[in-house]
């Protein structure tokens, strides 16, 4: 094929070209984003994306051996396996292994190594050798100055032997660290807080390391213009992490394969309220601030913890089964659409009726007065809204709980467990409410009517190209269109079945696209494959029967 040895040319001319100069008495090894993803857009051309997508980095190995160099693919698969053959079989077919001068001299297929998830989009998140179990924040915050003083308890197990061990921290000054009682070395790269502890923390001990630092938080903001991390308000701040903004106001294992549980205590002044995550412990007055505290007991991934603060009208309640509910709205925005503290409770009985039982221990909202935020996110238990939302809006970030919060993706590669699942469950409403069937819905994103539906076939909706790209439309329309189409094939009792039975099996944990199609095809007794291959990880538009 023209396409496969062309690629291969390109490949191995700029294996060599970004390789440099090595240095004569030690091998080398380089990372190679741009070529891998070179890689996948090939495979997404030629259908072959539901293969692809287990690449998840690309190194070159010098091997200080005249000109010889490895070219090794790293995956998630285990080495052996059929579906890693299949891997290296298409790389191999991308690439023919020659350059034409026999400078690269073999290629390697290796798993992941330690406990951390190579993610291709974000490749510099999150830290391998301990999975975190706790996470214990005490913070002060100065609205007039933004300024946040802020102490994190870390508890994790070690999973190898650490000398050393690295969190993700963006800014903030820190002040001290120590790991069980005694001072740790500090050392900062970029986003990379390296601490070096006064013993080696050997493999199997948990652990408990506390950081203690200041400073003004920043504010990332992305290429497509969104805004993240921490952010100030017209009297406070919000607090957002999707995908990477946790890490700007404390220092942690930031990728959401590694949830832990929180305890949140936020000391504000006094006129103030802060909300967090979970359910509030205690309300402490001492002078002219007051000290929130939060407790959320079941695991949580970084990215969607979070502190609000501002002033707010809370409300209280519960739902139909006892579940506390606690929604904080701001003045600004108490003559939205839909009366929220009435609608919580009402969505979630509503969705357990449907996935199964409310995984967490509370539930709630928080309506804040940001409209240039231009975004809602489902923070754990209380969904954040930048402004009064809408009924479907309430629905989508209230069925996150159960798709993205409960059951967590392992890499942000199947952001469409989240996206394509909570969007479904908006179809799923207005079938139920009056509104267009969920198969009108599906009619309309597929003929380009739908006002949501424009850049759905840009890419495949398992396999957005880039890290930008991950809450784009095909994440979102096509997961859903997806998940139709499951329901059309097994029928609407046999789907809500293995809805339900996903967010049983994999409940507070994480899992991944494969799963969940092994899932579908048990508990239908079908063979799914054509469907997913079409709907989820082809590159063009399907053609309808």
Same mark, same amino acid.
């Given at each position: 094929?023209?396409?496969?040895?062309?690629?291969?040319?390109?490949?191995?001319?700029?294996?060599?070209?970004?390789s440099?100069?090595?240095?004569?008495?030690?091998?080398?090894?380089?990372?190679h984003?741009?070529?891998?993803?070179?890689?996948?857009?090939?495979?997404?051309?030629?259908?072959?994306?539901?293969?692809?997508?287990?690449?998840?980095?690309?190194y070159?190995?010098?091997?200080?051996?005249?000109?010889?160099?490895?070219?090794?693919?790293?995956?998630?698969?285990?080495?052996?396996?059929?579906?890693?053959?299949?891997?290296?079989?298409?790389?191999?077919?991308?690439?023919?292994?020659?350059?034409?001068?026999?400078?690269?001299?073999?290629?390697?297929?290796?798993?992941?190594?330690?406990?951390?998830?190579d993610?291709?989009?974000?490749?510099?998140?999150?830290?391998?050798?301990?999975?975190?179990?706790?996470?214990?924040?005490?913070?002060?915050?100065?609205?007039?100055?933004?300024?946040?003083?802020?102490?994190a308890?870390?508890?994790?197990?070690?999973?190898?032997?650490?000398?050393?061990?690295?969190?993700?921290?963006?800014?903030?000054?820190?002040?001290?660290?120590?790991?069980?009682?005694?001072?740790?070395?500090?050392?900062?790269?970029?986003?990379?807080?390296?601490?070096?502890?006064?013993?080696?923390?050997?493999?199997?001990?948990?652990?408990?390391?506390?950081?203690r630092?200041?400073?003004?938080?920043?504010?990332?903001?992305?290429?497509?213009?969104?805004n993240?991390?921490?952010?100030?308000?017209d009297?406070?701040?919000?607090?957002?992490?999707?995908?990477?903004?946790?890490?700007?106001?404390?220092?942690?294992?930031?990728?959401?394969?590694?949830?832990?549980?929180?305890?949140?205590?936020?000391?504000?002044?006094?006129?103030?309220?802060?909300?967090?995550?979970?359910?509030?412990?205690?309300?402490?007055?001492?002078?002219?601030?007051?000290?929130?505290?939060?407790?959320?007991?079941?695991?949580?991934?970084?990215?969607?913890?979070?502190?609000v603060?501002?002033? $707010?009208?809370?409300? +209280?309640?519960?739902?139909? /089964? &006892?579940?506390?509910?606690?929604? !904080?709205? =701001? %003045?600004?925005? #108490?003559?939205?659409?839909?009366?929220?503290?009435?609608?919580?409770?009402?969505?979630?009985?509503?969705?357990a009726?449907?996935?199964?039982p409310?995984?967490?221990?509370?539930?709630?909202?928080?309506?804040?007065?940001?409209?240039?935020?231009?975004?809602?996110?489902?923070?754990?238990?209380?969904?954040?809204?930048?402004?009064?939302?809408?009924?479907?809006?309430?629905?989508?970030?209230?069925?996150?709980?159960?798709?993205?919060?409960?059951?967590?993706?392992?890499?942000?590669?199947?952001?469409?467990?989240?996206?394509?699942?909570?969007?479904?469950?908006?179809?799923?409403?207005?079938e139920?409410?009056?509104?267009?069937?969920?198969?009108?819905?599906?009619?309309? $994103?597929?003929?380009? +009517?739908?006002?949501?539906? /424009? &850049?759905?076939?840009?890419?495949? !909706?398992? =396999? %957005?190209?880039? #890290?930008?790209r991950?809450?784009?439309?095909?994440?979102?329309?096509?997961g859903?269109?997806?998940?139709?189409?499951?329901?059309?094939?097994?029928?609407?009792r046999?789907?809500?079945?293995?809805l339900?039975?996903?967010?049983?099996?994999?409940?507070?944990?994480?899992?991944?696209?494969?799963?969940?199609?092994?899932?579908?095809?048990?508990?239908?007794?079908?063979?799914?494959?054509?469907?997913?291959?079409?709907?989820?990880?082809?590159?063009r538009?399907?053609?309808?029967?």
């Open positions: 094929m023209k396409r496969a040895l062309a690629s291969a040319a390109a490949l191995c001319l700029a294996l060599t070209a970004c440099g100069t090595r240095p004569p008495d030690a091998p080398v090894r380089e990372s984003h741009r070529l891998l993803e070179q890689f996948r857009s090939w495979a997404r051309d030629a259908d072959e994306s539901r293969t692809a997508r287990h690449a998840q980095a690309l070159t190995v010098d091997l200080a051996e005249g000109d010889a160099y490895d070219v090794e693919l790293q995956t998630d698969l285990p080495a052996k396996s059929a579906a890693a053959e299949e891997l290296a079989g298409l790389f191999r077919t991308w690439w023919d292994g020659d350059d034409g001068d026999g400078t690269v001299r073999d290629f390697v297929l290796v798993d992941a190594r330690g406990n951390r998830v993610d291709h989009l974000f490749p510099a998140l999150g830290n391998s050798g301990y999975d975190v179990t706790h996470y214990a924040l005490t913070l002060d915050y100065s609205p007039d100055e933004n300024r946040l003083t802020g102490t308890v870390i508890t994790a197990r070690a999973t190898r032997d650490l000398p050393r061990f690295s969190l993700d921290l963006a800014g903030l000054r820190v002040r001290s660290a120590e790991t069980d009682g005694s001072a740790a070395r500090v050392s900062r790269k970029k986003n990379k807080l390296t601490l070096t502890p006064a013993r080696t923390v050997r493999e199997g001990k948990t652990f408990r390391t506390t950081v630092y200041d400073g003004v938080p920043r504010m990332f903001t992305a290429s497509d213009g969104g993240e991390g921490w952010i100030e308000t009297d406070g701040v919000a607090a957002l992490g999707e995908p990477t903004g946790s890490m700007t106001w404390f220092p942690g294992n930031h990728h959401p394969s590694d949830k832990a549980t929180y305890d949140i205590d936020v000391t504000v002044p006094s006129d103030y309220t802060a909300v967090s995550n979970g359910t509030l412990r205690e309300t402490r007055r001492h002078g002219k601030r007051t000290t929130f505290r939060w407790r959320n007991r079941e695991p949580m991934a970084s990215y969607v913890a979070t502190v603060t501002g002033v $707010f009208d809370v409300s +209280t309640g519960t739902t139909d /089964d &006892g579940l506390p509910v606690y929604t !904080a709205v =701001d %003045p600004d925005e #108490a003559d939205g659409p839909v009366d929220v503290p009435e609608l919580v409770p009402e969505v979630v009985d509503w969705a009726d449907r996935f199964g409310y995984p967490f221990s509370s539930a709630g909202a928080v309506v804040d007065h940001l409209p240039d935020l231009d975004y809602a996110l489902e923070t754990q238990t209380k969904p954040y809204f930048e402004e009064a939302p809408d009924t479907l809006l309430v629905v989508h970030e209230l069925a996150h709980q159960w798709f993205g919060n409960s059951v967590t993706p392992r890499t942000w590669q199947d952001m469409w467990l989240n996206e394509g699942f909570a969007t479904y469950a908006e179809w799923l409403w207005d139920e409410h009056g509104g267009p069937s969920a198969r009108e819905t599906f009619d309309s $994103f597929y003929d380009g +009517t739908h006002p949501d539906s /424009d &850049g759905i076939w840009d890419f495949p !909706a398992a =396999d %957005p190209p880039t #890290a930008t991950v809450s784009d439309p095909p994440v979102y329309g096509r859903a269109m997806t998940l139709h189409q499951l329901r059309e094939a097994v029928g609407k046999a789907f809500l079945t293995i339900r039975t996903w967010t049983r099996e994999h409940r507070h944990g994480t899992a991944g696209t494969e799963q969940f199609i092994a899932l579908c095809e048990k508990e239908s007794g079908k063979d799914l494959s054509d469907l997913f291959e079409t709907w989820l990880f082809s590159a538009k399907p053609e309808l029967p």
